[in-house]
């Protein structure tokens, strides 16, 4: 069964989601690779992804968007920095508009993909890297994604404190 | 646009709460008068005691935390006391666990991929 673990560092501005795999590392590596794949579990519940462009190569980038229960659509894009194939993805994350283009001032995460075998499993770690404080402090007015996951950080910390 | 995620992510909180709760946790001082304030209630200028800020600047931190209902102040005779709001932070802590769900729905999703093969 699939375990998965949260751990933040709200000094760094970074938080990881680790969840484990009964399969290897290759086989786990190709559901990020395959846009087929990629799009049957990136979207939340009830908002399935479609990836329109998906150029798995460094510099390469990909587009795509989630549709809501009520036909709306919210776009994203990412854009690939590193790729160790099957071990490590490097990409930047952010929001695009309707057409999937990137919205120049939005927010942008840098999230790093490590896959590693322990105990036969696959080990898979997302680390996402918040950028610039400032930058951050304007995304969190929006409300974004990126905001939540920053704040479990900080929430659990006082909740903890 | 954005809106609309949200509001996919938490529906029963309102898009403004939202934006209040993260705009008054994104300041390091601010989170540090949560935590003291949970632990016992303090007066505004034994709060400012505590800080290299004037009075005032710590005010106005107060006033953020009281708009996005992590704190609440009550007047105690000439004194304004301050204190947590654990209504406010288990709210915050409800929309926060809907993004670890978000993640678990990935994975599950992974999982129930990786269980076709």
Known sequence: ?161 | MQLTYNQMVVEQVSDTDIDRIFQALADATRRDIVRRVLQSEQSVSALASGYAMSFAAVQKHVAVLERAALVAKARRGREQLVHGNPDGLRRAQLILDRFEELWRHRAAGIASILAED
């Open chain 1, 1 to 161: 069964m699939t375990s998965i673990t949260v751990e933040k560092d709200l000094e760094a501005l970074t938080m990881t989601f680790v969840a484990e795999f009964d399969a290897p590392v290759e086989r786990v590596w190709q559901v990020w690779e395959d846009p087929r794949q990629l799009e049957r579990w990136w979207g939340p519940p009830g908002w399935p992804a479609t990836f329109t462009r998906h150029d798995f190569t460094v510099g390469g980038q990909s587009r795509y968007y989630m549709s809501g229960p009520d036909g709306e659509k919210s776009g994203g894009w990412w854009e690939f920095t590193a790729i160790d194939s099957p071990h490590r993805l490097v990409f930047d994350d952010g929001f695009a508009d309707e057409s999937g283009e990137p919205l120049r001032e939005s927010m942008v995460t840098t999230m790093t993909v490590t896959l590693e075998t322990v105990d036969g499993r696959t080990r898979m770690s997302n680390l996402g890297q918040f950028t610039d404080p400032e930058e951050f402090e304007k995304m969190l007015a929006m409300g974004m994604e990126e905001g939540m996951r920053l704040a479990v950080g900080q929430i659990d910390a006082i909740l903890a404190g």
